[in-house]
């Protein structure tokens, strides 16, 4: 049965731009690693539930805020990279366009086209400017500079995303248990969850996905625990 062109065109892959899921996996790690390690932390150096529930907050703003703003520097300085290296392109398909058009030829080749079927694209692309442009940025810098990610995006799924996972360790602290080794026991099943989750994203196992990650978040949180029962045990 034939397919209607229309349907073909519409996207069917997921997000590998770097945009929202990058920055939304990296966040749900980054506060669940970053809350658990401050609540072992303080935990481990013996001080109580509200103390551990104002670390827990402090961290869970102060990481959201930071990732937020990190995200949309960094997509945001990468995008503007993007952008003069485009015009700089556009500046040499206007001074030097014979040149230009043989190195299309030349990497159209490259990526396995034939001569012939390569000259006669870049012959066309020749004709249109925004086309030739587009081809040049794709074959040289493996982009399409009208598919960047949003900073707005990246930063907002980010700040989300990291209170989420920083808020998880926090839940029975903030429902009234001081029981530190029942808070680490639920941040570390958000931790495997989490794995889990960002591997269904991928063709990988999720439950490696989910055993990886829970041991990264357990070392973390294991070396802050001792650092904080040592300087505890100092102090006290």
């Not at 069917?12 to 609540?39: E, K, P």
């Not at 935990?43 to 869970?60: D, M």
């Not at 159209?108 to 442009?133: F, H, M, N, V």
Request: glycine content about 14%; proline content about 3%; overall charge negative.
């Amino acid at each position: 049965m034939p397919v209607d062109d229309e349907v073909l065109l519409v996207p069917h892959h997921g997000d590998v731009s770097g945009g929202w899921l990058r920055a939304a996996v990296f966040g749900a790690m980054d506060g669940l690693v970053t809350n658990i390690s401050l609540i072992a932390g303080v935990g481990g150096g013996g001080v109580g539930r509200e103390a551990i529930v104002l670390t827990g907050v402090a961290g869970l703003v102060a990481g959201a805020v930071s990732m937020a703003l990190g995200e949309y520097s960094s997509v945001r300085t990468a995008n503007e990279q993007l952008d003069a290296e485009v015009a700089k392109e556009r500046r040499e398909l206007t001074l030097n366009g014979t040149a230009e058009r043989r190195e299309l030829v030349l990497m159209l080749q490259r990526a396995g086209l034939s001569p012939d079927l390569s000259e006669r694209i870049a012959a066309e692309a020749a004709t249109k400017p925004d086309l030739q442009l587009r081809l040049h940025a794709l074959t040289e810098l493996g982009v399409i500079p009208e598919e960047k990610p949003s900073p707005w995006t990246a930063a907002v799924s980010s700040f989300v995303c990291f209170s989420v996972g920083a808020l998880i360790p926090l839940l029975s602290f903030l429902l009234g248990s001081d029981d530190l080794w029942l808070g680490l026991a639920i941040g570390g099943v958000g931790l495997f969850a989490a794995g889990a989750l960002a591997t269904r994203a991928t063709a990988g196992r999720w439950w490696l996905g989910g055993f990886r990650q829970l041991v990264l978040g357990a070392a973390a949180a294991g070396i802050t625990f001792g650092i904080g029962s040592l300087i505890g045990s100092g102090v006290a």
